[in-house]
């Protein structure tokens, strides 16, 4: 597994290096330096986050760190992306993300009598750790839009099969806690980001979930979004998450809700030169 | 920052009150009732004089398993085992019964609690019943509360004759609850049907009224139910109403403090005060205009026999909730209330909270 691994890796190296020359040409839309759905990471120095975003904290080498600040009370979690492109102007972008979430105190706090409880009070979780990992390949096909194919799966790392889990069988909720009670979940995302005009940008995930059942349980989900960059620190996002599939139970064919966040900024203040 | 939750949460309401996003309001409509028919019908007598009917509250085939409503345990969800060994004792009862119609309250037929078996469709497999109607009381995608999620449950009539003209009426909610409780909990309903043999036709009602109202919702379920049975009557339309009606009959001696009530006030399943039990004594007015099953004067004379409900599996059946009325006739003497062995022939107590009502109505 391991080894089919590095070969996938260093194949995407490989077409990264054929096409070595090929750059982007300049944007014609101005820079965009807000994160975008790509293998392209937060340039060093800038974080960025919002009411419902994670906070993203752009590092050296290329790499990126996202936490959910409010959830990591509860359910502790934290990603690292790494652009292993070797140009950052190249049309092909390679980037891979590696995360994990520990659940179980969200889940706890869940189960509970009453209103909130999502999951039964006599159910309580062991402890679970989950592994996510991600491969981003993009393609920036025009100075300002991109597209990426993203290949993911997630472990449950401890093997700690949750085999009481009661899962909330709605197609928003299933796939995203799927591993709990699994050894493992697969994802394959189709993203496509970039800029209208000026301040108004774009992106969405088409994004496949697939859950190895007695049969395979699917969800297909389709998140686009737009967003208006008042500037380069405060940006508006209004979108919709809508999702289908063949999760047991679910009783709607399809599920659509309005996704919205207020997302901000700001960049590492640069020390002055001593004169 | 408290200012956006606030908005955000005024936000979801005015969401959910506009949408339906968690299908949880039932219309009132005839096609908002499932009709079943059983995989392998039985025939019944052709021209019966008299019909069997019986009324049963079968707790969603949750046995005595100890749930957290009663305060007794924290159950919430059965697994498929334990649902169809429940079922299979139910199923027991009913063809011990043998009636030719059965009222049922508390059927799951797609619910996550009672592992999405069709309860209806089971018993009409496993019993001599050959069709049925359904109409949802409590119906969710999904209930945000006690981990119980994916809920359809109601009232069921079944009988061995086919059911037509099948209806479900809405019944009030309850109106002390706030408007989120509200989208989530229970809808009330009358369901009622023709149940016709031979061209005489009878209307056959199921209900099941509240139980934790203390704002007269109740009462107000009531007389809309004696409002109906009343038209029928006053149109010379022969009918059966029977049901779990969560009211004592008139003049019990016992109404509150029973031995069975360990819910506190933080559960939200607490009993209501005496004076409001007091109170409900009254509400039950259906007696002095129809026949019952037990008449008034037979349960004045002996209450503890007549006893329908107990939450306590090692206790008694303390409180009479369930009903069966007329404005036909029924054989005297023949209502039962089958709290065991020794009346009914078949233990009940571990089936259910409740114990099943039958008697014999006359049909020519």
Not at chain 2, 70 to 86: A, I, Q, S, Y
Not at chain 2, 296 to 322: M, V
Request: aromatic share 12%; charged share 20%.
């Amino acid at each position: 597994m391991k080894t089919k691994i590095s070969y996938i890796i260093v194949l995407m190296m490989s077409v990264n290096v054929i096409f070595a020359q090929d750059t982007i040409p300049e944007k014609t839309e101005g820079n965009n330096v807000w994160h975008e759905n790509s293998a392209k990471v937060l340039k060093q120095g800038r974080t960025e986050s919002g009411l419902f975003a994670p906070m993203r904290i752009g590092l050296k080498n290329q790499m990126e760190l996202s936490v959910h600040p409010i959830w990591f009370f509860v359910m502790p979690n934290a990603k690292l992306k790494k652009n292993w492109t070797l140009n950052d102007n190249n049309k092909f972008q390679v980037a891979s993300e590696h995360g994990f979430t520990f659940p179980t105190i969200l889940l706890n706090l869940l189960a509970k009598n009453g209103t909130g409880g999502i999951f039964p009070a006599d159910q309580k979780a062991p402890a679970i750790l989950t592994l996510n990992n991600k491969v981003i390949m993009s393609y920036f096909y025009h100075p300002d839009h991109s597209v990426s194919l993203k290949l993911g799966m997630e472990f449950n790392a401890l093997a700690s099969m949750y085999n009481g889990f009661a899962p909330v069988e709605l197609l928003i909720a299933y796939p995203r806690t799927a591993s709990y009670s699994r050894f493992y979940t697969g994802e394959i995302a189709l993203a496509f980001s970039g800029t209208f005009v000026k301040k108004v940008g774009y992106d969405g995930d088409i994004k496949l979930f697939l859950i190895p059942d007695d049969k395979l349980t699917w969800v297909l989900e389709w998140n686009p979004k737009v967003y208006y960059n008042v500037s380069d620190k405060f940006r508006i996002m209004a979108g919709a998450l809508v999702t289908t599939g063949n999760i047991p139970h679910e009783k709607a064919a399809v599920r659509a809700i309005p996704v919205f966040d207020l997302q901000y900024s700001f960049n590492k203040s640069k020390k002055k030169k001593k004169k | 920052m408290m200012k956006l939750k606030f908005s955000i949460s005024i936000f979801a309401l005015l969401f959910l009150a506009a949408c339906d996003p968690f299908h949880t309001k039932i219309e009132d409509q005839e096609f908002t009732v499932i009709q079943y028919e059983a995989r392998n019908k039985t025939t019944p007598t052709a021209t019966p004089s008299t019909l069997k009917i019986a009324t049963w509250n079968i707790k969603f085939g949750g046995g005595r398993i100890d749930f957290f409503f009663d305060c007794h345990g924290d159950r919430v969800l059965m697994t498929k085992t334990e649902v169809l060994e429940n079922m299979t004792g139910v199923a027991a009862k009913v063809r011990n019964m043998n009636p030719d119609v059965i009222f049922l309250q508390e059927v799951d037929i797609d619910s996550k609690r009672s592992a999405y078996v069709d309860q209806v469709q089971y018993l009409l497999d496993n019993t001599d019943l050959n069709y049925a109607v359904y109409a949802s009381q409590w119906q969710a995608d999904y209930v945000p509360s006690d981990g119980v999620g994916q809920v359809n449950s109601g009232n069921a009539i079944l009988s061995k004759y086919p059911l037509n003209n099948a209806e479900r009426i809405a019944l009030p909610l309850i109106a002390e609850q706030s408007g989120l409780v509200q989208y989530f909990y229970l809808r009330r309903n009358i369901l009622l049907a023709d149940l016709t043999i031979n061209n005489k036709t009878v209307k056959v009602l199921n209900t099941h009224t509240s139980a934790y109202s203390s704002d007269g919702t109740k009462k107000e379920q009531l007389e809309i139910i004696q409002k109906r049975v009343a038209d029928l009557d006053a149109a010379n339309i022969p009918f059966i109403l029977g049901g779990d009606f969560n009211n004592l009959p008139p003049n019990s001696t016992t109404y509150c403090n029973f031995d069975d009530d360990v819910c506190t006030e933080e559960s939200g399943y607490a009993s209501l005060p005496c004076d409001v039990l007091l109170e409900e004594l009254s509400n039950m007015q259906i007696y002095a205009s129809y026949e019952a099953a037990i008449p008034q004067a037979k349960y004045e004379s002996n209450q503890s026999i007549y006893g329908t409900f107990t939450s306590d599996k090692d206790g008694f059946w303390n409180r009479k909730l369930d009903y069966i009325f007329t404005n036909g006739d029924f054989v005297d003497g023949a209502g039962m209330v089958h709290q065991g062995v020794s009346s009914g022939g078949m233990a009940t107590m571990p089936l259910s909270d409740h114990c099943p009502i039958t008697t014999i109505f006359k049909w020519n």
